[in-house]
């Protein structure tokens, strides 16, 4: 049985039963272990749906998760791939791994859970129909479908409703799409691919979560809806629920979305959509569980004293109460999901109210297959309460402990693991093919829904107390101190053995002129002989003209020459392949994401890049580069033969801008920067003297200085969405015929969009040479503006350089280096 499979069948586990997390280094306290004595009774379930990461209600999730006690959870169609990035350059993958993780920690202060479909977000879209032109429908409807089927909620809760043009589309598609599942998932004839793993699942009820833009939400006439009062307070939980949700969704730094709570009361409103009518309540007529299980009302008694009886000074002393309905619900034989998650949450009841701490760490955070490293089991039992350690299983061997555990004494092992050479690397799950067009290609139905891959190693520790048997399950980490953070802990991660990193993305091939790339094999092992191949090329159109050899640091440089291709495409894809002398080839790089809100990331992209034969004029120019919220603008320019040096805080004196032919800002500028907001009157004096200033994107909010240029600029929330909608430009402009002639074709396969965040209204004195046309709406004019200044030349710009240029797109490279050149 290969790893590969055996984790899709934990896939399958995790999502079919949810299986809960076992304790950590992080002990609860006696409220918080009473609290999931309540969550342990209720039996309500309600699923959550929407678009993006930070659509969601936090604050309906929070009162439904703690206050209802329902298990709560929250359905993303995407991963916010398509968003823009405050924090850092990561966009497209990357800031989708980055906006999943943010969701899970959000989760994990709201207590809710968290599933996934295959959509890829593709940027803003302004009308379900595109939406669905864009993404298959009927795989998301399956995604959909097969979620409500393995969650089994009693209600569904949209976010957004299904009138067009009101908002987002990827809102409304979400909308719609958990309007048609509601039905279709009752049908034992719809996706009968699904009745292997599950079975059909009507909810009783489905409501949109409504709300006004901008106002409160004042309840149609004739329709039917509850209020929550979701400012309520939990006193268990030592806060509101307003409190709850602004916590869980600061977590969604990525997006800027951090909240203050608001204090008092607050209500939410649900808008009956379908189902079942009610008087009263939601859940009116929704089963309680216990009620269909033969001992339930055995199971739900013992619960109730428990609540009656619950020891809070010494938490331990409610094991026998937990024992006995422990033994209850070991007693169930039916494998549906919510009994499972029951039979999981009262052993992490029985061993948080001993106060366990169990660790499974290593003494590194990378590893790959093949490798020997050394890890620690540690286990401690602070309680009175006597419990025996029986066994731990890792990888394919068990290892016999059979000792006794009380009294805060701690038990710690030492093991050597060996992974197999076959293991698989640590490559996020939807990740592994390739894109199935805007949807991630997932063939295993099973692994559909779970938000992240399991731990890249993880240990089964079994215990027993008063003759029950406990497991717990326990992933590898990564523990460390930090000196400033404290105690640190990441995930283990598996890489692979050998990587190979192109130095660029884009390799320029200027006038036809060869142009040079370094490609870096790493070894994480010993240093293994091969050579470089390009795939994309043929053996003419390259050659390696250098390599050396770095023992200590374990890697190869090789410096290749490419020649360009023979038929003269202006961007072509290539991949660097190292292939060892005795034919095996690896062809993966390793990319690495570290914020610390979040847990360390790790993907492994191919080793690709673009060659771009560019009949392109530029000059010997330095710029000086402004940080905005980050982007890859000045890489690029870099690759095309720029000087660009970054203007860091205290750099924008006008002495020292003078020395730079052009000045851009990156993306969102005037939004993060003090300095640069605080320097403007220097930026203009620079270009009333003879500069040149680019500006690129900025949000209306928050601003921190309303002086965007010479004259008056108000920005709105303009864009133009699709990315190959018609484009008019100014006949005779010089910005389009000096130094490098535009054409029409240019505006050719550009990527996700044409711009965002245009201005909405400005001075005269700009001239617009750009009128863009998103189709079945009136023309845009506010993506380029320009403007001679005193000697000078300024430029504010919506267009989506931050991503056209990355991409290699030789159109817009071409505009933007003409924007330089003025």
């Given at each position: 049985m290969s790893y590969k499979w055996l984790s899709y069948v934990f896939a399958f586990l995790l999502v079919n039963t949810t299986i809960l997390a076992s304790p950590t280094n992080e002990p609860k306290s006696s409220a918080e272990i009473y609290h999931q004595v309540l969550k342990l009774k209720e039996t309500k379930r309600v699923l959550y749906v929407a678009a993006h990461p930070d659509d969601e209600n936090t604050r309906l999730i929070s009162f439904l998760g703690n206050e209802i006690k329902a298990e709560v959870a929250y359905l993303s169609l995407t991963r916010g791939d398509g968003g823009q990035n405050l924090i850092g350059?990561?966009?497209?993958?990357?800031?989708?791994?980055?906006?999943t993780q943010e969701l899970l920690k959000a989760r994990q202060i709201d207590r809710g859970r968290q599933f996934f479909s295959r959509a890829i977000d593709f940027g803003f879209s302004k009308h379900p129909e595109e939406t669905f032109k864009n993404w298959e429908k009927d795989k998301l409807l399956n995604d959909v479908v097969w979620v409500i089927r393995t969650f089994q909620p009693d209600i569904i809760i949209t976010r957004f409703n299904t009138e067009p043009g009101s908002t987002h589309g990827h809102h409304t598609g979400s909308a719609i799409l958990a309007g048609e599942a509601f039905s279709l998932a009752a049908d034992s004839s719809a996706y009968p691919g699904h009745l292997p793993y599950t079975t059909p699942w009507q909810s009783k009820r489905i409501f949109w979560n409504a709300y006004n833009w901008g106002g409160a939400y004042e309840p149609e006439e004739g329709k039917l809806y509850h209020?929550?009062?979701?400012?309520?307070?939990?006193?268990?939980?030592?806060?509101?629920?307003?409190?709850?949700?602004?916590?869980?969704?600061?977590?969604?730094?990525?997006?800027?979305?951090?909240?203050?709570?608001?204090?008092g009361n607050s209500e939410d409103y649900l808008q009956m959509v379908a189902g079942e009518r009610f008087t009263s309540d939601p859940f009116e007529g929704v089963q309680n569980r216990w009620e269909s299980?033969?001992?339930?009302?055995?199971?739900?008694?013992?619960?109730?004293?428990?609540?009656?009886?619950f020891d809070h000074r010494i938490p331990s002393q409610n094991i026998?109460?937990?024992?006995?309905?422990?033994?209850?619900?070991?007693?169930?034989?039916?494998?549906?999901?919510?009994?499972?998650?029951?039979?999981?949450?009262?052993?992490?009841?029985?061993?948080?109210?001993?106060?366990?701490?169990?660790?499974?760490?290593?003494?590194?955070?990378?590893?790959?297959?093949?490798?020997?490293?050394?890890?620690?089991?540690?286990?401690?039992n602070p309680s009175s309460k006597e419990l025996k350690l029986i066994d731990f299983s890792i990888l394919d061997k068990t290892i016999p402990i059979d000792i006794d555990s009380k009294n805060n004494q701690t038990y710690k092992r030492d093991i050597?693991?060996?992974?197999?050479?076959?293991?698989?690397?640590?490559?996020?799950?939807?990740?592994?093919?390739?894109?199935?067009?805007?949807?991630?290609?997932?063939?295993?139905?099973?692994?559909?829904?779970?938000?992240?891959?399991?731990?890249?190693?993880?240990?089964?520790?079994?215990?027993?107390?008063?003759?029950?048997?406990?497991?717990?399950?326990?992933?590898?980490?990564?523990?460390?101190?930090?000196?400033?953070?404290?105690?640190?802990?990441?995930?283990?991660?598996?890489?692979?053995?050998?990587?190979?990193?192109?130095?660029?993305?884009?390799?320029?091939?200027?006038?036809?002129?060869?142009?040079?790339?370094?490609i870096e094999v790493g070894f994480q092992g010993d240093v293994?002989?091969?050579?470089?191949?390009?795939?994309?090329?043929?053996?003419?159109?390259?050659?390696?003209?250098?390599?050396?050899?770095?023992?200590?640091?374990?890697?190869?440089?090789?410096?290749?020459?490419?020649?360009?291709?023979?038929?003269?495409?202006?961007?072509?894809?290539?991949?660097?392949?190292?292939?060892?002398?005795?034919?095996?080839?690896?062809?993966?790089?390793?990319?690495?994401?570290?914020y610390k809100h979040i847990p360390n990331l790790t993907h492994f992209p191919a080793s690709q890049f673009n060659i771009?034969?560019?009949?392109?004029?530029?000059?010997?120019?330095?710029?000086?580069?402004?940080?905005?919220?980050?982007?890859?603008?000045?890489?690029?320019?870099?690759?095309?033969?720029?000087?660009?040096?970054?203007?860091?805080?205290?750099?924008?004196?006008?002495?020292?801008?003078?020395?730079?032919?052009?000045?851009?800002?990156?993306?969102r500028a005037f939004n993060v920067n003090e300095d640069l907001a605080n320097h403007m009157d220097q930026l203009l004096k620079y270009v009333h003297e003879g500069g040149n200033l680019i500006v690129q994107y900025n949000t209306s909010s928050p601003l921190l200085t309303s002086r965007l240029g010479p004259y008056d600029i108000t920005l709105s929330r303009d864009r133009v969405t699709v990315e190959d909608s018609p484009v008019e430009i100014e006949k005779g402009h010089s910005l389009f015929s000096e130094p490098n002639q535009i054409s029409d074709a240019d505006f050719d396969n550009w990527v996700q969009e044409r711009g965002l965040y245009f201005p909405g209204e400005w001075d005269e004195r700009y001239n617009t040479p750009l009128t863009l046309h998103e189709p079945g709406e009136s023309s845009k004019e506010g993506s380029l503006l320009i403007s001679n200044y005193g000697e000078g030349t300024y430029s504010y710009s919506g267009l989506s350089w931050?991503?056209?240029?990355?991409?290699?797109?030789?159109?817009?490279?071409?505009?933007?280096?003409?924007?330089?050149e003025q």
């Open positions: 350059k990561e966009l497209g993958i990357e800031l989708g791994m980055i906006r209020q929550y009062p979701v400012g309520n307070f939990n006193s268990l939980l030592g806060m509101s629920y307003s409190q709850m949700a602004a916590d869980s969704r600061t977590m969604h730094k990525s997006q800027g979305f951090g909240s203050t709570a608001q204090i299980i033969k001992n339930g009302k055995v199971i739900e008694g013992k619960i109730d004293r428990l609540l009656d009886t026998p109460q937990l024992i006995s309905i422990k033994k209850e619900l070991d007693k169930i034989n039916l494998k549906e999901a919510w009994i499972i998650e029951k039979q999981s949450l009262i052993d992490e009841i029985i061993l948080n109210a001993m106060g366990i701490i169990a660790e499974f760490n290593s003494n590194k955070e990378l590893s790959y297959p093949g490798e020997v490293f050394k890890t620690q089991l540690i286990f401690n050597n693991i060996t992974l197999p050479k076959d293991y698989p690397i640590s490559q996020p799950y939807w990740l592994e093919d390739e894109n199935d067009g805007n949807l991630f290609k997932i063939s295993n139905q099973q692994a559909i829904g779970k938000p992240f891959n399991e731990p890249a190693v993880a240990g089964v520790l079994n215990v027993e107390i008063e003759k029950q048997l406990l497991r717990i399950d326990l992933p590898l980490k990564y523990k460390y101190n930090d000196p400033i953070d404290g105690e640190v802990n990441q995930p283990f991660t598996i890489i692979p053995e050998v990587s190979v990193k192109v130095k660029k993305n884009n390799l320029f091939l200027i006038k036809g002129q060869s142009n040079h790339i370094e293994h002989e091969g050579n470089i191949i390009i795939d994309g090329l043929k053996d003419s159109e390259y050659k390696v003209v250098d390599q050396r050899t770095d023992e200590d640091k374990a890697k190869k440089i090789f410096t290749v020459e490419v020649f360009g291709k023979n038929d003269n495409a202006e961007k072509i894809q290539a991949k660097a392949i190292y292939v060892l002398n005795d034919g095996i080839s690896y062809d993966q790089d390793i990319r690495r994401i570290k771009l034969n560019l009949d392109i004029t530029l000059s010997a120019q330095r710029i000086g580069y402004i940080p905005g919220a980050g982007d890859e603008v000045p890489e690029v320019l870099k690759e095309l033969g720029y000087e660009v040096t970054y203007l860091e805080e205290g750099s924008l004196q006008l002495n020292n801008l003078k020395s730079f032919s052009t000045i851009i800002t990156g993306i931050f991503r056209l240029l990355p991409a290699g797109v030789p159109g817009a490279i071409k505009l933007f280096v003409n924007l330089i």
